[in-house]
């Protein structure tokens, strides 16, 4: 196995662990609570009192999606970071770590993008849905 391979491998499991401690606390302090303003019924019920709809679940679904590609973001930006510290003066290493904190940072602008028109979009639906079904 290469170092390079090795590297990516051990940041994303890093990032895994890093993040895994989340749900911990959500299964011990109120799944059910959370599960509930998720907009899942608690107790075992089938008829819930919550207000869901497609276009709610569908944000949410993009917003976790994106949320992870900030995740990839974040642990590219670091292995470029790596790269350019471990160069050790070498120019076609310090160009290939430069390469690859552009790139991931010309990423993060298309992800910050596409959560932007996500969020007016649902938002323009949330708002027409409710207004229509009002009158």
């Known amino acids: 196995?290469?170092?390079?391979?090795?590297?990516?491998?051990?940041?994303?499991?890093?990032?895994?662990?890093?993040?895994?401690?989340?749900?911990?606390?959500?299964?011990?302090?109120?799944?059910?609570?959370?599960?509930?303003?998720?907009?899942f019924c608690g107790d075992g019920k089938t008829d819930c009192d919550s207000d869901v709809n497609l276009s709610l679940v569908i944000g949410k679904i993009i917003g976790a999606l994106l949320s992870f590609l900030g995740v990839i973001f974040f642990v590219l930006i670091v292995y470029g970071g790596f790269m350019w510290m471990t160069a050790g003066g070498k120019p076609e290493q310090v160009d290939k770590a430069r390469k690859v904190i552009v790139n991931s940072t010309i990423g993060l602008i298309i992800i910050l993008s596409a959560y932007v028109v996500t969020y007016l979009i649902t938002t323009e639906i949330q708002s027409a849905v409710s207004s229509s079904g009002a009158g």
């Open 1 to 39: 196995m290469s170092n390079k391979l090795k590297l990516i491998t051990t940041l994303f499991l890093f990032g895994i662990f890093l993040f895994n401690g989340a749900f911990v606390y959500a299964d011990d302090y109120g799944l059910d609570a959370t599960g509930e303003k998720a907009g």
